[in-house]
């Protein structure tokens, strides 16, 4: 039977998981062998709201594991829920809805999907034909994701068409005159502190500011040589729930004479946004495997 909480459980603050937009889903009035079941990206202690345009049937939803969600909050055609530290990395649970009305389609499926740090805040569920205000917002929103795609292939073809080394940080304005790059050792379980229980153990670690940028060098040790580890992406969130634009994710591959691990993350951040405790959240492909560094302040 599903729990519906009337109020947010109380619970410390963690970092926001970066939102992926404006999900819009449309159900089909009859199902098929080919029709995928759509899948939404949900994240611990990060909210996910699905609004429907049919008021639904509260008494037969069915949300597979709802012990592992802090909050499940049913309106009259909006459903919001919040899952809590329980729920794991890929961890995919069921969620399904009925409509009150009785028509086709009467109700829709959904999989959750957890992801450490990647979340779908809004799902707009579309059961009757939309409206065209609806699709000029799609339209708007494609043509904003459009132009930030378009300046971050700007971006990265000054980078590459530019000179490399010094030269390279000064005619991107990285570096500024008297300006360098500032450098910070991070002492380990004193200033930057990790999760028990996780695959990897930092080692050593250095935050970098310039004018424009930080960066993280962190050093793994690796006590399973069998079973590398690569990150494949990051987050930087300061104690306010304030997101970096994250920019670069390497990740050195692990050899026979140097098992060890390295992460660099490189974010944008005006001198102003680096200041303050930060926390870094790595994951591997799929984001099974995490690594969370809280503490972590730039120079």
């Not at 729990?3 to 449309?26: M, Y």
């Not at 996910?48 to 509260?58: G, W």
């Not at 026979?256 to 930060?278: I, L, S, Y």
């Amino acid at each position: 039977m599903l729990t519906l909480l009337s109020g947010a459980a109380t619970a410390q603050p963690r970092p926001v998981a970066p939102s992926l937009g404006v999900r819009r889903v449309e159900i089909p009035a009859e199902n098929s062998e080919a029709t995928q079941t759509p899948e939404v990206q949900i994240s611990p202690g990060v909210s996910t709201t699905f609004e429907f345009d049919s008021d639904l049937a509260t008494e037969k939803i069915v949300l597979e594991g709802a012990k592992r969600f802090s909050l499940v909050d049913v309106g009259r055609s909006t459903l919001r829920l919040v899952p809590s530290e329980q729920i794991l990395p890929g961890e995919r649970l069921r969620l399904t809805v009925r409509f009150l009305d009785g028509f086709v389609p009467s109700g829709a499926a959904f999989i959750l999907v957890a992801h450490p740090a990647r979340v779908e805040r809004l799902v707009e569920v579309w059961r009757q034909p939309r409206t065209a205000e609806s699709y000029r917002q799609e339209a708007k929103d494609a043509r904003a994701e459009t132009q930030q795609c378009r300046e971050e292939n700007e971006r990265l073809r000054a980078e590459h068409e530019g000179p490399g080394g010094i030269a390279g940080l000064l005619a991107n304005g990285l570096i500024v005159r008297e300006q360098g790059v500032a450098a910070k050792f991070l002492l380990v379980n004193e200033a930057i502190r990790q999760r028990p229980g996780e695959i990897l153990r930092v080692n050593r670690a250095w935050s970098y500011r310039s004018p424009v940028r930080v960066a993280m060098d962190v050093l793994f040790d690796t006590p399973d040589a069998a079973n590398p580890w690569t990150a494949e992406g990051a987050s930087l969130v300061s104690k306010t729930g304030t997101s970096l634009k994250v920019l670069t994710v390497w990740s050195d591959v692990p050899s026979n004479c140097n098992p060890g691990c390295r992460v660099v993350v490189e974010a944008e951040a005006t001198p102003d946004a680096a200041h303050g405790t930060f926390t870094l959240k790595l994951w591997d492909s799929g984001g099974l495997r995490t690594i969370t560094l809280s503490g972590v302040t730039f120079p």
